[in-house]
């Protein structure tokens, strides 16, 4: 005999969610301050000795792992914590909460005043360029590479222009696997090209990589791409729309960049396959803060229509996933 379900829980199911979003928080926090390093190689720390080392307050280092216990990201016995259940997956998706608590914090805490229609005109919302160029490395690292990857040791190349670089850590990847390749980055925040200006020295590679502030989306001709034969662009090409733009700018890319022979480019499309309640990682997270900046998102299906009419054929086409509908194309340019 089929046991009853338990009766909903409308209180409990509240007390739920306000918690995720303080645990959805501390995961960042807990990265930032490298608990999650910390456990993965040690597997246990104790909560005043981790925050005297890191010189962190000891009593606000204990709320941060509370609010992971309550997650059962880990387990608390006092002082002493180590991995939950929920860890290993905390741990690969860091990022994605890192984006979420980071770059959109301010945007989510400013919901009430952005839905209204009198508030939503000029630069009418602000996001952590910064934080966003971190968590997008990460997500980059570990859900795009595994496809990035493979691609990109099969093509010969000598330049490379990345669209939307962020923190410039494909640029130093390809700079230190290939010494005779030089890279342009090329992104629209000044904060992103800080933060890649200090990678880029940090990694010694600087008299091969170039950056530069501009809109990717309306690019002009300049000296840089001169014999850039592979451009690529991850995680901003909805950027790119509405349609009309992304034509005119996949048009553009080929004429700023005279030599290209290769073009890979991977984002996150817009979900249509899921139910409200079953939304997987990220994608509300994404589709909501898109919706309430005014951003359209393109589907898996609109992006096919635009690369013939653009100039562009579409060599090959590798699906990511997670982020769900994630994707990376393979563009060559069409004769």
């Known amino acids: 005999m089929t046991a009853a379900p338990a009766p909903h829980d409308p209180e409990r199911a509240c007390a739920q969610i306000f918690n995720s979003a303080i645990a959805a928080a501390a995961i960042s926090a807990a990265w930032d301050v490298g608990v999650f390093d910390e456990l993965r190689e040690a597997e246990r720390l104790d909560a005043a000795d981790f925050a005297s080392r890191h010189g962190l307050d000891a009593d606000a280092t204990r709320a941060v792992l509370t609010a992971l216990s309550a997650a059962d990201v880990v387990r608390r016995e006092g002082d002493r914590v180590t991995a939950g259940p929920n860890f290993t997956e905390a741990d690969r998706t860091k990022g994605f909460f890192y984006w979420l608590t980071g770059g959109y914090g301010e945007l989510f805490g400013q919901l009430p005043r952005l839905l209204r229609a009198e508030n939503r005109s000029g630069d009418f919302y602000r996001r952590d360029g910064a934080a966003i160029g971190v968590a997008c490395r990460q997500n980059n690292k570990v859900f795009f590479d595994p496809a990035f990857k493979p691609v990109i040791a099969s093509l010969e190349f000598s330049a490379i222009a990345d669209l939307g670089c962020g923190s410039g850590e494909r640029l130093i990847d390809i700079a230190g696997e290939r010494p ?9 925040s000044a904060d992103v090209l800080r933060l890649a200006r200090n990678e880029v020295d940090k990694a010694g590679v600087a008299e091969r990589i170039t950056l530069v502030r501009s809109d990717v989306t309306a690019l002009e001709e300049r000296p840089e791409f ?6 690529t662009s991850f995680m901003m090409a909805h950027d790119f729309w509405p349609r009309d733009a992304c034509v005119a700018s996949f048009r553009r890319i080929r004429e700023v960049f005279p030599d290209v022979r290769h073009f890979l ?8 396959a899921f139910s409200d309640r079953d939304m997987p990682i990220f994608s509300l997270g994404f589709e909501t803060a898109h919706a309430v900046m005014g951003i359209y998102l393109p589907t898996l299906d609109e992006w096919d229509a635009v690369f013939e009419e653009s100039g562009w054929h579409c060599l090959d086409r590798h699906l990511i ?3 769900a509908n994630s994707f990376m ?5 069409r004769r």
């Open 226 to 231: 001169a014999e850039v034969d592979l451009v």
């Open 265 to 272: 480019l991977a984002d996150t499309a817009r979900t249509t």
């Open 329 to 333: 194309f393979h563009l060559v340019p």
């Open 180 to 188: 005779g390749v030089r890279g342009v980055g090329i992104d629209v």
């Open 321 to 323: 996933g997670t982020p």
